[in-house]
């Protein structure tokens, strides 16, 4: 009743003492298999203390070599004191562990910040959270030096100084306000505006950027609107506010229907967020169905040259461009090389070449996609002395690489998630017969403990709708799956032509 706060250590019931004897034996040879001098003690038949037991069990975690398992009930905190004690016994201390490595901000050489207070402060911050008592949370991990409230840090991200207003030190859904914490120490910042996941803060005058964490693209998105008047300004703030918290959501507006779309890893991912929309923020929407992020790119090479001209009177309008289109390697995105040489074009116009490309590559040629693993070279053109202008080399790049495009054999690409299935052995057939169908491509199966398959495959994330309703209605409820992002690949010509007069419709 009180949530695991109070618990009592028994004797063992001695139907059970066999089976205990049998595990600890194991336990200890595990551990004396760790260190010579136990393993010697142990073989000559000395037994060996709980202390000697822990000392090289910590030694073995630590290496990588042993992995702890406890266990517990985290919904009612049963086994919660043994785990924690497990993380003190077991776990490295923050001066236990290397330097913290990253480079500097300016030269871009590499930098280390050893775990002491008397380093030069470093931290990373790794989430946000809105707080509705105390408003943008910034939790931070204090790998060097020491942080105050009060203090400057310096973001190298933004190259901007912000000042530290309060630091809680965070229990579940307590807090305790701190003066000041030490390296390494997880504590929550009060006061810091710009700072998003992922980024570093640090001593003003001695600066570092840490290793920052990468966020996959969404690859799906749904059209959200409020369903009231009175939620339709609740809903952008809650949408701004959950973006900031989470760097794989993102918002936007399609610029044709006007609605606001919101991106996401997939269903879950956002059906989790809208819960939290209602929950949180009090904000009824209406959501509409997803909708799959695909891309396009091109299969060969091709050269394309446009020129923009007009004349009205006054001052006119002259670009001229010559775009060479190649395709880049998977996952490459987009690339933009300047290959002009003699000043056929004035270097103040190159820029205004490129804002063009991207425009025109954004809206994609097949279905309206963004385009991408493409390297477009600017080769060549010509100016006019009193009628060029940026606007004008933008409005020929934009429509060299339309034309580009459509000379370079574009096509449809998908997001392929890598799927992995933990499935009984009765309904392994099942469900590889049910991957097969919706297109999938299985790369191999194996054994996971008793009667127990895993199947890891490569499917369209378009067929992965629904699919854990599917999953449970055809394994009894017994199978579960995870999925991320893969790759982007090919889209079969058949599947192309559907989603194309989709689009169109």
């Known amino acids: 009743d009180d949530f695991g706060a109070t618990y009592a250590e028994v004797e063992i019931p001695v139907a059970m003492a066999d089976v205990v004897d049998e595990h600890r034996t194991l336990l200890v040879e595990a551990a004396a298999e760790q260190d010579e001098e136990l393993l010697e003690r142990y073989l000559e038949g000395e037994s060996l203390s709980n202390e000697d037991v822990r000392r090289a069990l910590r030694k ?27 993380v003190v016994d077991y776990l490295p201390a923050p001066t236990e562990v290397a330097a913290v490595r990253g480079s500097d901000p300016i030269s871009g050489e590499p930098a280390e910040r050893p775990s002491s207070d008397d380093a030069p402060l470093a931290a990373l911050a790794f989430k946000i959270m809105a707080d509705p008592h105390v408003g943008k949370l910034t939790f931070l991990r204090v790998y060097s030096g020491v942080l105050s409230s009060g203090d400057y840090v310096f973001n190298p991200r933004t190259g901007a100084k912000e000042r530290i207003g309060r630091l809680l030190q965070m ?15 997880i504590v929550a910042a009060v006061g810091l505006k710009s700072v998003l996941t992922g980024d570093t803060i640090c001593d003003p ?18 059209a959200i609107e409020p369903k009231t008047k009175a939620d339709q300004e609740k809903l952008a703030t ?46 009824e929407a209406n959501v509409g ?47 933009f090389v300047n290959g002009i040489v003699g000043g056929a074009i004035p270097r103040e116009y190159i820029p205004a070449v ?11 040629a097949v279905a309206g996609f963004p385009i991408v693993d493409i390297q477009v070279r600017l080769v060549d053109g010509s100016y006019h002395e009193v009628d060029s202008s940026e606007l004008a080399f933008a409005i020929a790049g934009s429509m060299a690489a339309k034309a580009g495009v459509l000379k370079a054999d574009p096509a449809l690409l998908e997001p392929v998630m890598d799927v992995e299935v933990v499935v009984p052995d009765g309904f392994l057939g099942n469900v590889i017969g049910d ?12 054994p996971r403990g008793k009667g127990v398959q895993v199947v890891l495959a490569h499917v369209p994330l378009a067929q992965m709708f629904g699919y ?20 982007y690949k090919e889209v079969p010509e058949s599947v192309a032509v559907e989603i194309t007069q989709r689009r169109a419709r």
């Open 60 to 86: 073995a975690v630590i290496a990588n070599e042993i992995v702890p398992v406890f266990c517990g009930a985290a919904l009612r905190n049963i086994g919660i004191q043994r785990l924690l004690d497990g």
């Open 171 to 185: 229990h579940a859904n307590k807090r305790e306000e701190r003066k000041r914490v030490h390296a390494g120490t």
């Open 205 to 222: 005058d001695h600066p570092v950027l840490l290793e920052s964490m990468h966020f996959p693209d969404p690859v799906l998105k749904i």
């Open 238 to 283: 809650a949408l701004q506010r959950l973006s900031e918290e989470d760097p794989t959501f993102r918002v936007s507006t399609d610029p044709e229907s006007g609605q606001t779309l919101i991106e996401g890893m997939g269903e879950l991912h956002l059906e989790v967020l809208v819960d939290r929309m209602r929950r949180e923020y009090r904000v």
């Open 289 to 335: 169905r997803p909708q799959v992020a695909y891309r396009e790119t091109i299969r060969r090479a091709a050269r394309s040259e446009e020129r923009f001209v007009r004349q009205t009177g006054g001052r006119g309008q002259f670009g001229h461009v010559v775009l060479e289109l190649v395709p880049g390697e998977s996952g490459s995105g987009f690339e």
């Open 354 to 364: 490129e804002k063009g490309v991207k425009e025109a590559l954004s809206l994609g």
């Open 435 to 446: 991957l097969s169908a919706r297109r999938g491509q299985i790369s191999h199966t194996e």
């Open 468 to 487: 854990v309703k599917d999953l449970r209605s055809m394994t009894q409820g017994r199978a579960t799956y995870t999925m991320e992002l893969d790759c």
